[in-house]
C-alpha cells in the first residue's frame, strides 16, 4: 500500500471515526429523549387512570370500567388497556392482536421488540393490592423520526468524507513523488546493493534526507564487506567448539595449565548444580570434595613438571561435590590439549549415582528374594519353556522328598497330566496366570493333593515360570468330611421340616375342631360358670395356637426359609390395628394405652404388613402382659439413622422393668427375665427371639432399655422408602358384618367327622347352604352333579388328597374349571401355599380358623350379600362396599337397639351436612388447623355410619395435617368435598322416606 493511500486511508478513517461518534451521540441523544418522554407519559397516563378506575375496580363497576377504558383509547398512541382484580380481567380494549400476547411488563425500551411499550400499575387502597392496570403504548412514530434523523445525517456524512479524500489524495501525491525514489534505493541496499545514490533537488527536509541516505549508503557497503569476512571464521570456530560441547549427554568442562575453568557444559551445569557464570576462571578444585580439592593443585603440578599420568588419558571413578554441598559418585575421563599459544585440559564427567542406586537395589532385591525362597513354606519352583525346574526352595524339594538341587523336570512329580499334556499346560500359564489344583508324585511314590499358583514372565530373553505349590491333602480330606457332614445335616433338617409338617397337621387338625366347638357352645345359652369355664377352654386353645405358630416362624427363620413380602405399609392405621386387638385385655388391667405419631411420619413404606404387625403385638401384649399399673405407650418416628429403617417404633411401659444382667440373654430361645414369670405370666419364651430374627431379616435391629421396677422399653427398625411404588387409593376396612355374607351354596371337602361339623356349624350360622363330602373321589361326584358357589376343601386326605381332586375337579370343564376352591390345612410349612395354588386352587387358610375368618373367606370369594338371620334375604344390593356400606348402619340399629333406621341415617346427614359447611370455610381459609379437627371427627363418623369412601379420604386429609404436609391436605380436601356430596346424595335416596331400606339383618 503506497505512501498517499496511507495518507487518505488515515485522514479518512480519523475524519470516519469523528463522524460516527457525533452520529452515535445524536441519535443515542434523540432516542433517549424520546424513551424518557413516552415513559413519562405512558407512566403519567397509567398511574391516572388507575387512579380514575380505583372505585370502579373496588365496586366491580364494569360498565363505569368499559367507559374508562373507552376514553383512555381516544389518547394518541394507546394501543391496548386491560383492568383486572386480583383473580380476573375486568374489563379490556384496543388492539385484539396486542390484547391476545402474553402480557410482560417492559421496565426498559430495550425490551420493546413488538413495537408496543407494555406498562402496569397496581390499584391499590393503603397497603392493600386490588387490581391492576396493564397498558400498552406503540412506539412507531418515535422509530420513525430516529430513522429520519439517521438518514440525513449519514449521508451529511458520506459527502464530508467524499471531500476529505479527495484534499487527501492532492496532499499525498505532492509529498510521495520524491519519497518513491528513497523508497527505491532503500529497496536495493536492503538486497546487498550499496552503488544507488538518490538525486537532491531543493534545501527542504526531502533533500537533506536525500543527501544523508547516500553517505550512509556507503559507510554501510564498507562496513557489511568486512563483517562477511570475520562471521565466516567465528561461524567456523563456533561450530567446532558447540560440536564438542554438545556432543552427548556427559558433563564438558576445560581447565587452563593453572587449573582455572575455561570451558562449562550445560550438561556439567546439570551435574554440579553451578551455572556456567559460577564457575568460569575459577579452580576447578571447588567441584571436589576434601582430601581431593586440597590436593588438586600439587597433582597437576607434578603431571606438569613430571610429565607422569595417572589419571590422564584413563578413565577412572571418583566423586564429585555439588553445589549444595552433597557428594556424588561420577566417571572421570581427562584429556590433555596442546597448541603453540595454549595448554589445557578437557574433562568428561558422567554422574552414576542412578547406577550405584540401581546395583545397591538389586543387591538387596537379590538377598531378599533368596531370603523368602527358603523361608517359604510353600513350595517356590521355577520353570522354562520346556519344564525344567530352574530355581527352587528347600521347601519345594521337601515336599517332593528329594535332595537339594537335584535336577529335576515336571514331568518327574506331576501325576495329573502326560508329557504332551504338561507341555501345553505350561504354554498357556505362561500366556495367562491361574491358580488350580493337581497331584504331585513323591520320590517315594506317594501322590499328593496340590494346589498351584503360577505366573509367566519374560526375564530378558528368556520366558520362565515362577509358581507355588501348597500341599492340599488334609484340606482335601477335611473338605469331604465337611460335604458329608453337610449332607447328613441337610438330610436332617428334610426330616425335621417333615417332622413338622406331620406335628403341625397332627396338632393343628383336632384343634381345629376343638377351638370351633368352643365358638359354637359360646353362641348357645350357657350359666355364668359355663361360660367362665369355656373362656377358660378358649383362652388356652389360643395360647396353644399361638405356640405352634411360633415354634413353626422360629424353625422357618432358623433354616433360612421365611420371605418376607415387599408390599406398601401404612403405619398409623397398622397402630391402630394393633391397639384394637389388645385394648380388651388391656381395659381388663386398667391401663391406658396411648400412641405418638411424628408429624413427618411418611404415609407408607416398604415392607411386610404381616410381620411388622407380629412384631408390634407381641411387643404391645408382653408390656400390657407385665404392667400392673400405669399405662403402654407406643412412639413411631423417623429413624435417626435410616441404613437399618426408615422408621423407630418405641413400646414403653410403666411394668415391672428388667435386670441388666438379664437383658443380653432376654432375645434367646426360651428365655424370660425370671423363670417363675412363666408359671406367673405364661408364655414360652420365644416371642422375643421370633421378633427380634423377624426384625434383622428386614435388615432392621432391635433392642431395649429397662430397670426393675422403672419400666421397659423396647425398640426397633422399620421400612424402606416407598420410592416408585404406586399407593393405592384409599379402601374401607371390611366390617365383620360384611365379612358374614350370606346364600352361598358351599361344598365342604372334609375327612375328619369333628371338623366337619364344626366348620358346618360355622358356615349355616353365616347363612350358607353346606353340603358335605368326606374325600376328595365324593368331592369330584359332588361337583360333577351341582353346581357350587364355593368349595372349601382339605388336603390331607386318605385314598385322593385335595390336591388330586382339584386337579380332576378342573378336568371337569364347564363350572368345575371356575368355581373357586380354597384350600383348608393344618399345614403351615413354607411353599405349601405355593403348592395349593400351583393345583388350581384359589386361596389358602391354615387350620384352626374362626368363624369370622372363615365367612370373610366366603364373601370374598362369591360375593354374596348378608341376608336377614332366619329368613331369606330382601332386596339385598348387589354388593358389600361402595360409597356406603348398608349393613353397617343396621347393624349399628341392631346394636343400639333402635328400630328406626331411617332415624339414625338422618343423624348422620345431619352431621355430615355440618361438617361439610366447617370443612369448606377451613379449606378457603387455609385453616390446617380447623381441617384437622374437622377431618379427624369425619374420619371416625364416616366409619361408624360406613361411608366407606368417604372415610378413607377424611383418613388421607388427617394424615396430611398430622405429618404438617399443609399443600398435600388441602389437596386431598379438594377431592374430599365432592365425595362428601356423592355421600349425602345416595344416602338421602337410600332413607328417604319410602325408599325401601333394606331390612335389618334380625329383622
Known amino acids: 500500500m503506497s505512501f498517499r493511500l496511507k495518507t487518505i486511508l488515515g485522514i479518512a478513517c480519523i475524519e470516519t471515526v469523528l463522524l460516527l461518534m457525533l452520529l452515535l451521540s445524536s441519535l443515542a441523544y434523540l432516542r433517549e429523549s424520546n424513551q424518557d418522554e413516552l415513559r413519562q407519559r405512558t407512566t403519567t397516563a397509567t398511574t391516572l387512570f388507575a387512579t380514575a378506575t380505583r372505585d370502579a375496580v373496588l365496586s366491580t363497576d364494569l360498565a363505569r370500567l368499559e367507559e374508562l377504558v373507552q376514553d383512555f383509547l381516544k389518547n394518541p398512541g394507546v394501543l391496548y388497556v386491560r383492568v383486572a382484580d386480583s383473580d380476573r380481567v375486568l374489563v379490556q380494549g384496543g388492539d385484539d392482536a396486542a390484547l391476545a400476547r402474553p402480557f410482560v411488563a417492559d421496565g426498559d425500551f430495550d425490551r420493546v421488540d413488538d413495537g408496543v411499550f407494555d406498562a402496569v400499575v397496581d390499584i391499590r387502597v393503603g397497603a392493600e393490592n386490588y387490581g391492576r392496570v396493564e397498558v400498552g403504548m406503540s412506539v412507531a412514530a418515535i422509530q420513525a423520526v430516529i430513522a429520519e434523523a439517521r438518514n440525513r445525517i449519514v449521508a451529511l456524512a458520506g459527502l464530508e468524507i467524499g471531500l476529505v479524500a479527495l484534499f487527501s489524495w492532492l496532499l499525498g501525491s505532492y509529498l510521495t513523488h520524491q519519497l518513491r525514489d528513497l523508497e527505491q534505493a532503500s529497496m536495493a541496499v536492503a538486497q546487498g546493493d550499496f552503488t544507488p545514490v538518490l538525486r537532491v533537488r531543493g534545501r527542504d527536509e526531502l533533500a537533506r534526507v536525500a543527501q544523508a541516505f547516500n553517505g550512509m549508503s556507503e559507510r554501510m557497503g564498507n562496513t557489511y564487506r568486512h563483517l562477511q569476512v570475520a562471521l565466516a571464521e567465528a561461524e567456523r570456530r563456533g561450530e567446532r567448539l558447540q560440536a564438542v560441547v554438545d556432543s552427548g549427554l556427559d558433563g564438558i568442562l576445560a581447565i587452563d595449565q593453572y587449573g582455572r575453568i575455561t570451558l562449562f557444559s550445560r550438561s556439567a551445569e546439570r551435574i554440579f548444580g553451578y551455572g556456567a557464570d559460577e564457575v568460569m576462571g575459577r579452580n576447578v578444585s571447588m567441584l571436589m570434595p576434601e582430601p581431593y580439592q586440597s590436593e588438586h593443585d600439587g597433582y597437576l603440578r607434578r603431571y606438569l613438571e613430571t610429565r607422569e599420568r595417572h589419571v590422564i588419558g584413563v578413565g577412572r571413578e571418583v566423586v564429585g561435590l555439588h553445589k549444595d554441598g552433597s557428594v556424588f559418585p561420577m566417571d572421570l575421563s581427562i584429556t590433555e590439549l596442546l597448541s603453540a599459544n595454549d595448554h589445557g585440559f578437557i574433562g568428561l564427567v558422567r554422574d552414576i549415582s542412578e547406577r550405584r542406586r540401581l546395583e545397591e537395589r538389586v543387591r538387596r532385591n537379590d538377598i531378599r528374594y533368596r531370603a523368602l525362597l527358603q523361608a517359604a513354606t510353600d513350595g517356590i519352583h521355577v520353570l522354562d519353556r520346556h519344564g525344567r525346574l530352574v530355581e527352587a526352595s528347600e521347601s519345594f524339594y521337601r515336599m517332593l522328598g528329594y535332595p537339594p538341587g537335584t535336577p529335576l523336570r515336571v514331568m518327574d512329580w506331576d501325576d495329573r497330566w502326560s508329557e504332551p499334556e504338561l507341555l501345553a499346560k505350561l504354554d498357556e500359564l505362561f500366556r495367562r496366570p491361574a491358580v488350580f489344583e493337581t497331584r504331585h508324585r513323591r520320590c517315594d511314590g506317594r501322590i499328593m493333593d496340590v494346589e498351584i499358583n503360577a505366573y509367566g514372565v519374560m526375564v530378558g530373553e528368556e520366558a520362565l515360570l515362577f509358581a507355588s505349590a501348597r500341599d492340599i491333602t488334609v484340606r482335601k480330606q477335611a473338605e469331604a468330611e465337611l460335604l458329608q457332614a453337610r449332607e447328613q445335616a441337610e438330610q436332617a433338617s428334610r426330616a425335621k421340616s417333615q417332622f413338622l409338617a406331620v406335628m403341625s397337621h397332627e396338632m393343628r387338625t383336632p384343634l381345629n375342631a376343638l377351638l370351633g366347638i368352643q365358638e359354637l357352645l359360646a353362641d348357645t345359652p350357657l350359666n355364668e360358670k359355663q361360660r367362665s369355664y369355656l373362656q377358660v377352654a378358649g383362652g388356652a386353645g389360643a395360647a396353644l395356637t399361638s405356640l405352634i405358630g411360633d415354634i413353626l416362624d422360629f424353625t422357618k427363620v432358623e433354616a433360612g426359609k421365611l420371605e418376607l413380602e415387599t408390599l406398601l405399609v401404612a403405619p398409623e392405621p397398622l397402630v391402630e390395628e394393633v391397639f384394637h386387638l389388645v385394648e380388651g385385655a388391656a381395659a381388663d388391667k386398667g391401663l391406658t394405652l396411648s400412641c405418638h405419631l411424628a408429624p413427618d411420619l411418611p404415609a407408607h413404606v416398604v415392607g411386610d404388613p404381616t410381620r411388622l404387625r407380629q412384631v408390634l403385638l407381641n411387643l404391645v401384649g408382653n408390656a400390657i402382659k407385665f404392667t400392673a399399673e400405669g399405662g403402654v405407650t407406643v412412639l413411631v418416628a423417623r429413624a435417626p439413622d435410616t441404613a437399618h429403617g426408615l422408621l ?75 420410592d416408585g411404588m404406586a399407593i393405592p387409593p384409599p379402601q374401607a376396612r371390611v366390617d365383620a358384618a360384611v365379612a358374614q355374607a350370606a346364600g352361598a351354596l358351599v361344598l365342604l371337602v372334609e375327612d375328619g367327622p369333628a371338623n366337619q361339623v364344626v366348620l358346618s356349624a360355622m358356615l349355616s350360622q353365616g347363612g350358607h347352604s353346606v353340603d358335605v363330602a368326606a374325600s376328595g373321589a365324593a368331592a369330584v361326584e359332588a361337583v360333577r352333579a351341582k353346581r357350587y358357589d364355593l368349595i372349601v376343601m382339605d388336603v390331607s386326605m386318605p385314598d385322593m388328597n385335595g390336591m388330586e381332586a382339584t386337579r380332576r375337579i378342573r378336568r371337569l370343564g364347564s363350572h368345575g374349571a371356575d368355581v373357586p376352591i380354597v384350600a383348608m390345612t393344618a399345614h403351615a410349612v413354607k411353599g405349601y401355599r405355593e403348592e395349593c395354588l400351583a393345583v388350581g386352587m384359589n386361596d389358602y387358610a391354615t387350620k384352626p380358623i374362626a368363624k369370622q375368618d372363615l365367612l370373610a373367606l366366603v364373601a370374598k370369594w362369591t360375593g354374596c350379600a348378608r341376608a336377614p338371620a332366619g329368613g331369606q334375604a330382601k332386596d339385598a344390593p348387589a354388593s358389600a362396599v361402595g360409597l356406603v356400606d348398608e349393613s353397617v348402619i343396621w347393624l349399628v340399629a341392631e346394636d343400639a337397639g333402635i328400630d328406626d333406621v331411617a332415624g339414625l341415617a338422618r343423624i348422620f346427614l345431619d352431621e355430615l351436612a355440618q361438617r361439610r359447611v366447617a370443612i369448606a370455610q377451613a379449606l378457603a381459609g387455609k385453616d390446617m388447623e380447623g381441617l384437622h379437627h374437622e377431618s379427624h371427627s369425619l374420619k371416625s363418623a364416616a366409619g361408624t355410619f360406613g361411608a366407606v369412601a368417604l372415610q378413607g379420604l377424611a383418613m388421607e386429609v388427617d394424615a396430611c395435617c398430622k405429618r404438617g404436609e399443609g399443600s398435600a391436605a388441602l389437596a386431598a380436601a379438594e377431592k374430599l368435598l365432592p365425595c362428601l356430596d356423592a355421600t349425602l346424595a345416595e344416602m338421602e335416596r337410600t332413607f328417604a322416606p319410602g325408599a325401601g331400606q333394606t331390612p335389618s339383618p334380625s329383622a
Open 648 to 722: 423407630l417404633f418405641e413400646v414403653v411401659d410403666t411394668g415391672i422393668g428388667i435386670a441388666e444382667e438379664v437383658q443380653p440373654r432376654l432375645f434367646n430361645l426360651f428365655t424370660q427375665a425370671d423363670p417363675s414369670d412363666t408359671r406367673k405370666y405364661g408364655g414360652s419364651g420365644l416371642g422375643l427371639a421370633i421378633a427380634k430374627r423377624l426384625v434383622e431379616l428386614w435388615n432392621g435391629s432391635m433392642g431395649l432399655e429397662s430397670q426393675p421396677g422403672g419400666g421397659s422399653r423396647f425398640w426397633f427398625t422399620f421400612g424402606a422408602p416407598a
